[in-house]
Antibody, heavy 124, light 107 residues
Framework: QVHLVQSGAEVKNPGASVKVSCKAS????????MHWVRQAPGQGLEWMGI????????NYAQKFQGRVTMTRDTSTSTVYMELSTLRSEDTAVYHC?????????????????WGQGTTVTVSS | DIQMTQSPSSLSASVGDRVTITCRAS??????LNWYQQKPGKAPKLLIY???SLQSGVPSRFSGSASGTDFTLTISSLQPEDFATYYC?????????FGQGTRLEIK
């Protein structure tokens, strides 16, 4: 069974950084893209970026360019999302979500498996 | 960026009703449109991909269709477990934007 298990809730001060992990199991980790999506309290879904776990390529939403870094560790089938210079508006639930297979067509697939979400609270 | 506009933003309906939610893209996205269902406190769930393909395990009362840049999610006969928020998402090009959501409530 395919699962994505994320790290626990975080509370951070403004200006700090947070690093959220997402451990994959039940499939070949390097064969599928991974997205990150966040949801602020009472708000809709916001796409943050995508990582190709088989290589080093990433694509970040312009809004987060310069503040977000997505990485992966193939030895543990884990992807990471680090967001820096946190502000109160970054308070949200952060999800990893599996995308399509690592092909051109896979970039255009839906997100079929989601992590449970990690709540990040930014407050002084 | 491609803008996705959903309507309505909220909807009240009864069990057994037929319900339609619409999503319009600001430019052509071919058929690269996905629909998700989200219940409070839970992660989104993929219902429909590529505009009209039913994700494995999703009941057949859910269907999707497309006409140009307009996309529709239809629930043929609402069940109690269908009351949730629904989002469309374009996967044509990054950033892979979502619609603002449609909250489906019990009448």
């Amino acid at each position: 069974q395919v699962h994505l298990v994320q790290s626990g809730a975080e509370v951070k001060n403004p200006g700090a950084s947070v690093k959220v992990s997402c451990k994959a199991s039940g499939y070949t980790f390097t064969s599928y893209y991974m997205h990150w999506v966040r949801q602020a309290p009472g708000q809709g879904l916001e796409w943050m970026g995508i990582i190709n776990p088989s290589g080093v390529s990433t694509n970040y939403a312009q809004k987060f360019q310069g503040r977000v870094t997505m990485t992966r560790d193939t030895s543990t089938s884990t992807v990471y999302m680090e967001l820096s210079t946190l502000r109160s508006e970054d308070t949200a639930v952060y999800h990893c979500a599996r995308g399509g297979q690592i092909t051109v067509a896979g970039l255009r697939s839906g997100m079929d498996v989601w992590g449970q979400g990690t709540t990040v609270t930014v407050s002084s | 960026d491609i803008q996705m506009t959903q309507s309505p933003s909220s909807l009240s309906a009864s069990v057994g009703d037929r319900v339609t939610i619409t999503c319009r893209a600001s430019q052509s996205i071919s058929s690269y449109l996905n629909w998700y269902q989200q219940k409070p406190g839970k992660a989104p769930k993929l219902l429909i991909y590529a505009a009209s393909s039913l994700q494995s395990g999703v009941p057949s009362r859910f269907s999707g269709s497309a006409s140009g840049t307009d996309f529709t999610l239809t629930i043929s006969s609402l069940q109690p477990e269908d009351f949730a928020t629904y989002y469309c998402q374009q996967s044509y090009s990054a950033p892979y934007t979502f619609g603002q959501g449609t909250r489906l409530e019990i009448k």
